[in-house]
């Protein structure tokens, strides 16, 4: 287990940094910037269906319930197909409207989650095409769906997921910029612009990852909390939720994931000088609206640990504590903004002394109801 784990102290640690290399795998041989290409097998020989679809739902659990809610943002905003982005639990007992012009897109990294393949089984019975994204080759879901795509991230060992939660996001905005393109909603120019900013993702990752070292002393000064509270808006909401899911899933710290805007209708209560609050305040996406959610934390004296882009000032002045990330399309911020978020997580996991590759209570996959 200790050659497995390549000098790091656990999977998770390996998995996270494993990251810029598994999304170039999964992009890799599919995206030809230069050629302005998509090639995905799972969609080219389907290209109809996809083309003529009246919306996409969307299926997943846990972290690949998150993935499908940035997938969400990606593929109404890019490439302006109406989703819906259902829990498989739910989904499956609801009694859904579903009809042979629907596509289901199920999430899952390891293909076995007993409700995510429940929902694609009721799914075809109405008549959907079922379209997959995993990461375990030959696992259920991906012999179950219509056709599919895999992530390459490689095997992911520790519980929390990490490096299947980046390459889905990945795999998922390959298929929207393919469909954007093809639905003639994008521009030769700006698909061209999103495939090249894409290839600077995994150089970009791995600059957030030098903020290692500044995280863990973060880490240290909150690893006490009882309670945190994660906000982010449009794009970054899915990864204020990943967020809080992560700290939850490791270090049994209660963490809840907000729009930063919803904040006043609920959180806002909780907020005082005991309350670690993170915000992503990058620059691209509402940048304002958020600077404003963090004057109402500091106003009443929350601790605010911002994830700003390199160079912020006006955010940096009010945060207790800032990591900064590098620019990127707005679309694309989430691969970037996860990351600091995980290797929080991580080390007050460590800190506090939890099993960080195998918590509580938890399995890697759910393959019972
Ligand atoms: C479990 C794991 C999570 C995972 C979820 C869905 O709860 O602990 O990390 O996100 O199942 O798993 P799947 O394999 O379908 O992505």
Same mark, same amino acid.
């Given at each position: 287990?200790?050659? =497995?784990?390549?000098?790091?102290?656990?999977?998770?640690?390996?998995?996270?940094?494993? $990251?810029?290399?598994?999304?170039?795998?999964?992009? &890799?041989?599919?995206?030809?910037?230069?050629?302005? +290409?998509?090639?995905?097998?799972?969609?080219?020989?389907?290209?109809?269906?996809?083309?003529?679809?009246?919306?996409?739902?969307?299926?997943?659990?846990?972290?690949?319930?998150?993935?499908?809610?940035?997938?969400?943002?990606?593929?109404?905003?890019?490439?302006?197909?109406?989703?819906?982005?259902?829990?498989?639990?739910?989904?499956?007992?609801?009694?859904?409207?579903?009809?042979?012009?629907?596509?289901?897109?199920?999430?899952?990294?390891?293909?076995?989650?007993?409700?995510?393949?429940?929902?694609?089984?009721?799914?075809?019975?109405?008549?959907?095409?079922?379209?997959?994204?995993?990461?375990?080759?030959?696992?259920?879901?991906? &012999?179950?769906?219509?056709?599919?795509?895999?992530?390459?991230?490689?095997?992911?060992?520790?519980?929390?997921?990490?490096?299947?939660?980046?390459?889905?996001?990945?795999?998922?905005? +390959?298929?929207?910029?393919?469909?954007?393109?093809?639905?003639? !909603?994008?521009? =030769?120019?700006?698909?061209?612009?999103?495939?090249?900013?894409?290839?600077?993702?995994?150089?970009? /990752?791995?600059?957030? +990852?030098?903020?290692?070292?500044?995280?863990?002393?973060?880490?240290? !000064?909150?690893?006490?909390?009882?309670?945190?509270?994660?906000?982010?808006?449009?794009?970054?909401?899915? /990864?204020?939720?990943?967020?809080?899911?992560?700290?939850?899933?490791?270090?049994?710290?209660?963490?809840?994931?907000?729009?930063?805007?919803?904040?006043?209708?609920?959180?806002?209560?909780?907020?005082?000088?005991?309350?670690?609050?993170?915000?992503?305040?990058?620059?691209?996406?509402?940048?304002?609206? !958020? /600077?404003?959610?963090? $004057?109402?934390?500091?106003?009443?004296?929350?601790?605010?640990?911002?994830?700003?882009? =390199?160079?912020?000032? $006006?955010?940096?002045?009010?945060?207790?504590?800032?990591?900064?990330?590098?620019?990127?399309? =707005?679309?694309?911020?989430?691969?970037?903004?996860?990351?600091?978020?995980?290797?929080?997580?991580?080390?007050?996991?460590?800190? &506090?002394?939890?099993?960080?590759? $195998?918590?509580?209570?938890?399995?890697?996959?759910?393959?019972?109801?």
């Amino acid at each position: 287990e200790e050659i =497995e784990k390549g000098g790091y102290d656990h999977f998770m640690l390996k998995e996270i940094y494993e $990251q810029p290399r598994a999304i170039l795998d999964t992009y &890799r041989g599919r995206l030809r910037a230069s050629q302005g +290409l998509i090639k995905m097998a799972g969609i080219d020989q389907n290209l109809e269906k996809f083309m003529n679809a009246n919306r996409i739902i969307i299926v997943a659990c846990g972290t690949s319930w998150h993935a499908g809610l940035v997938a969400e943002y990606i593929f109404e905003d890019l490439a302006r197909i109406p989703v819906e982005v259902e829990y498989a639990s739910e989904f499956r007992y609801r009694n859904p409207v579903i009809t042979d012009k629907d596509i289901l897109i199920a999430i899952s990294q390891s293909g076995e989650t007993a409700d995510t393949l429940a929902a694609i089984k009721l799914a075809k019975e109405k008549g959907a095409f079922v379209f997959g994204v995993c990461n375990v080759v030959g696992s259920s879901i991906a &012999r179950e769906t219509d056709a599919g795509a895999y992530t390459h991230a490689g095997p992911e060992i520790g519980v929390a997921s990490t490096k299947a939660f980046t390459t889905q996001i990945t795999v998922l905005t +390959l298929l929207a910029l393919k469909l954007a393109k093809e639905k003639g !909603v994008f521009s =030769e120019s700006r698909f061209h612009e999103f495939l090249t900013e894409l290839e600077t993702i995994p150089a970009k /990752v791995e600059k957030v +990852l030098e903020s290692n070292a500044l995280i863990e002393i973060i880490a240290d !000064v909150y690893k006490d909390s009882t309670n945190c509270l994660y906000l982010g808006r449009g794009y970054n909401f899915p /990864v204020a939720l990943e967020g809080a899911l992560k700290l939850k899933e490791i270090s049994y710290i209660h963490a809840e994931g907000y729009p930063a805007a919803e904040m006043k209708h609920g959180p806002i209560a909780l907020i005082d000088d005991q309350m670690p609050v993170f915000v992503i305040a990058t620059k691209k996406g509402h940048y304002e609206k !958020v /600077v404003s959610n963090i $004057q109402e934390i500091k106003s009443r004296k929350g601790k605010i640990i911002a994830i700003v882009t =390199e160079g912020d000032t $006006q955010v940096t002045e009010l945060a207790d504590h800032v990591v900064e990330v590098p620019e990127t399309l =707005e679309s694309l911020s989430p691969l970037l903004n996860t990351i600091p978020l995980q290797l929080l997580s991580y080390h007050i996991a460590v800190m &506090r002394g939890c099993n960080v590759d $195998q918590p509580r209570n938890l399995a890697k996959s759910v393959t019972v109801e």
